[in-house]
């Protein structure tokens, strides 16, 4: 074994074998997989396979290393500060990719006129982000993604539910054991618009009211504040994220609100398609990136002890971000 190779050099140069031992720790924040943990991990990764192949989706894959320019962008989001880069020997500067979707837009770009609609596309990527480790948070993750291109309405987002939710029926759970928080964030950007406030702040402002379960309200509403937003505007958008039924939004927003008719559009593809117990209204979820557009949603379990179980959203205008 290595260790013994250790030690054998050491007596040969006559040197101390604890001052010359590698550590045999993985690098801060990754792990090992040995056998009894790669089995769990094919289990579960063939699940996500299956069920996305169920769907329709096909798979598709991307370069662990990108260009750094992919993930830098100026809306404050967290991703953006956690990236693992480097200079290659050219100088270009490089970063491990933190999520998968800036890909998959680059990949959809470069052949967006011979790409038959829908595109739906699958994969399981490892990702990279440099941040503080907590309880289920390290620097290296592996997240099953699943994307639709092509598909203007709702239906998108019941479909990748549909799948999410059928994903957790396989593996034994039940919605007494997660629930999915679902919201639009055209909520807050109806309220802001309603208030005055410019377009250009609302990718800004959802990624500060997304650290609210982190920092509390009182820290979110001094970010706001220096963020440009009147004291009137930050009580209204308050109001609006305390909102958790579709009647009470209707109240908040009118009958006639874009947002409103796609979460009940949402909620009643949801109730005809068998999946609708699942799911709950919260104007709280807006979710982490600045690219999310419409419908957020977001995975928990139900006994409140663990980090978000899935995510995901609408993001109509990304391509744009790349030059489509």
């Known amino acids: 074994g290595s260790a013994a190779v250790v030690q054998d050099a050491a007596r040969r140069s006559g040197g101390s074998a604890a001052a010359d031992a590698m550590d045999l720790s993985p690098p801060r924040g990754t792990r090992d997989f040995y056998p009894p943990d790669m089995r769990l991990r094919v289990w579960l990764f063939n699940h996500f396979k299956e069920v996305s192949r169920t769907f329709a989706f096909e798979e598709y894959d991307?370069?662990?290393?990108?260009?750094?320019?992919?993930?830098?962008?100026?809306?404050?989001?967290?991703?953006?500060?956690?990236?693992?880069?480097f200079a290659d020997k050219q100088d270009r500067r490089l970063a491990l990719r933190p999520e998968m979707t800036p890909s998959l837009a680059r990949m959809v770009l470069a052949q967006r006129n011979s790409l038959p609609l829908p595109v739906k596309w699958f994969s399981v990527p490892q990702c990279w982000r440099y941040e503080r480790m907590t309880r289920g948070r390290r620097r290296e993750h592996f997240q099953w993604n699943m994307d639709i291109w092509g598909v203007p309405t709702v239906d998108a987002e019941a479909e990748l539910l549909a799948a999410a939710t059928s994903l957790c029926a396989r593996v034994g759970l039940t919605s007494a054991d997660v629930g999915v928080r679902v919201s639009s964030r055209k909520v807050?950007?109806?309220?802001?618009?309603?208030?005055?406030?410019?377009?250009?702040?609302?990718?800004?402002?959802?990624?500060?009211?997304?650290?609210?379960?982190?920092?509390?309200?009182?820290a979110v509403a001094e970010q706001l504040r220096d963020l440009g937003l009147a004291q009137d505007t930050v009580d209204a958008l308050f109001a609006a994220l305390a909102v958790r039924s579709v009647d009470a939004l209707d109240a908040l927003l009118g009958a006639d609100s874009e947002a409103c008719q796609e979460i009940r559009a949402l909620f009643a593809l949801a109730e005809a398609h068998g999946f609708s117990d699942w799911l709950q209204l919260d104007v709280g979820v807006v979710r982490g990136l600045a690219y999310y557009t419409g419908l957020v949603f977001e995975g928990f379990d139900r006994k409140g002890e663990l980090r978000a179980i899935f995510g995901g959203g609408r993001y109509d205008r990304l391509l744009e971000s790349f030059g489509g």
């Open 62 to 85: 991307a370069p662990v290393v990108e260009q750094e320019a992919l993930y830098v962008r100026k809306a404050g989001e967290e991703v953006t500060q956690q990236l693992y880069t």
């Open 188 to 218: 807050l950007a109806e309220v802001m618009a309603a208030m005055g406030v410019p377009e250009e702040l609302f990718a800004r402002t959802c990624v500060v009211v997304d650290k609210l379960d982190k920092v509390g309200e009182e």
